[in-house]
């Protein structure tokens, strides 16, 4: 039972591993292009595994900074749920 755990648990890490490696690569490359663009900002939201990851890239004091962004509200994560699987409201009446 704990050998199957373990591997559930390295499972788990690696997927957890993958979606960073994801946004991880987004952020750096619109922080190579926001540094080409100076008073440029922008706000970006990284689906990957069924996560989100957010974060906005933009000057902060003569400098490229890279800095979590907004967080979705739980109300904004159902209506992408239903957007995604209209299903959810129920069968439907016809």
Same mark, same amino acid.
């Given at each position: 039972m704990a050998r199957r755990e373990e591997l559930e648990r390295l499972r788990a890490e690696a997927?957890?591993?993958?979606?960073?490696?994801?946004? $991880?690569?987004?952020?750096?490359?619109v922080r190579r292009v926001v540094e080409r663009h100076p008073d440029t900002m922008v706000t970006i939201?990284?689906?990957? $595994?069924?996560?989100?990851t957010a974060f906005t890239v933009g000057w902060v004091n003569d400098a490229v900074a890279i800095s979590p962004g907004p967080v979705k509200d739980a109300a904004t994560k159902? $209506?992408?749920l239903i957007r995604r699987d209209?299903?959810?409201?129920?069968?439907?009446p016809d």
């Amino acid at each position: 039972m704990a050998r199957r755990e373990e591997l559930e648990r390295l499972r788990a890490e690696a997927a957890t591993n993958r979606r960073t490696s994801v946004a $991880a690569e987004v952020a750096e490359a619109v922080r190579r292009v926001v540094e080409r663009h100076p008073d440029t900002m922008v706000t970006i939201s990284v689906e990957s $595994a069924g996560d989100s990851t957010a974060f906005t890239v933009g000057w902060v004091n003569d400098a490229v900074a890279i800095s979590p962004g907004p967080v979705k509200d739980a109300a904004t994560k159902l $209506a992408d749920l239903i957007r995604r699987d209209h299903t959810l409201l129920g069968p439907d009446p016809d």
